[in-house]
């Protein structure tokens, strides 16, 4: 990643970022897109990418101007922590929070749905990451119709508009971030089913990731139909100017983690960061430290 023009003659982002106004059908994604990169050089170039990374964090943390909120959805096995792990190893850890966001506890279900994302969206300065997010309440609420059923809301939303009208508070709440400072990053690690049963597979042979799988995500499986018909309904809905979502091939981890550090590596570029100047009467101040400094024996 010597430079973004040099990176982009090497694939098209435009194959991954949803324009405003799409109409997405996932099944016209390939999940296995790789560019026109090999294996055998992704890790030199993604190394190179994050150290680029940590020098603009450097600035944003030092600015004090900007947050960078980074939102992380997909179908399990696609790979968010490790893309989380491999892209920002270089981040300095005082200018990055990850939140991982569960089923909500009683207390979040006794507030709003973006209540808790309030709480945990990053200071200025820094890089928050949400591994899944508010999204969910469009996703896994949707799929699951008897989850909104044990939601605390009245009656007269628990219909079917109730989704659009999140469609237009995420968007109404992501226009406010931005207007505040808050740069929203969403990516959505595209898995083909094919490859997810792989990586379950692999799971369950190996006893040190047998961890990370449940029975459960065995039974989501069985509705990933409808998964994918909730997340195209998302993009098409919630794709906007301020804030647009990008689809990254997740069936080869090596690209979509490449692919990810680009595209954050673009957008803080894209800020203009630079380093605070100071006053003439700090800079005087600096120096008259200095020349004590320099006549200490």
Aim: net charge negative; charged share 25%; with cysteine.
């Amino acid at each position: 990643m010597n430079d973004s023009q040099q990176f982009l003659s090497r694939f098209n982002p435009t194959v991954m970022r949803v324009a405003p106004g799409s109409n997405v059908d996932l099944r016209k994604f390939d999940t296995g897109y790789t560019g026109d990169f090999e294996k055998d050089e992704v890790p030199e170039l993604l190394q190179a990418g994050v150290e680029k990374l940590a020098a603009y964090q450097d600035i944003l943390y030092a600015q004090n101007t900007y947050a960078l909120l980074i939102i992380f959805q997909a179908m399990d096995a696609a790979g968010k922590d490790s893309t989380i792990k491999h892209v920002m190893s270089g981040i300095n850890p005082q200018g990055c929070q990850v939140f991982s966001f569960k089923a909500p506890s009683v207390e979040e279900l006794d507030h709003d749905y973006l209540w808790r994302s309030f709480k945990a969206l990053p200071e200025r300065g820094r890089i928050g990451i949400f591994n899944r997010s508010y999204y969910e309440e469009v996703l896994v609420v949707r799929v699951h119709p008897e989850v909104l059923a044990k939601q605390q809301l009245p009656l007269a939303v628990k219909n079917e508009m109730i989704w659009q009208q999140r469609f237009e508070e995420i968007n109404n709440f992501e226009k406010y971030l931005v207007n505040n400072g808050i740069i929203v990053l969403k990516f959505f690690l595209h898995v083909s089913k094919e490859e997810q049963k792989k990586r379950f597979l692999q799971r369950i042979d190996r006893p040190e990731k047998n961890w990370k799988f449940s029975a459960s995500d065995v039974k989501e499986r069985g509705y990933w139909d409808d998964y994918m018909n909730a997340y195209q309904d998302v993009f098409n809905q919630t794709s906007t100017e301020w804030a647009p979502w990008h689809i990254i091939p997740a069936d080869r981890k090596w690209f979509m983690r490449l692919a990810v550090a680009y595209f954050i590596y673009d957008k803080l570029q894209s800020l203009n960061l630079s380093y605070p100047t100071v006053s003439d009467e700090h800079r005087k101040e600096l120096l008259k430290a200095k020349e004590l400094l320099q006549q200490e024996e």
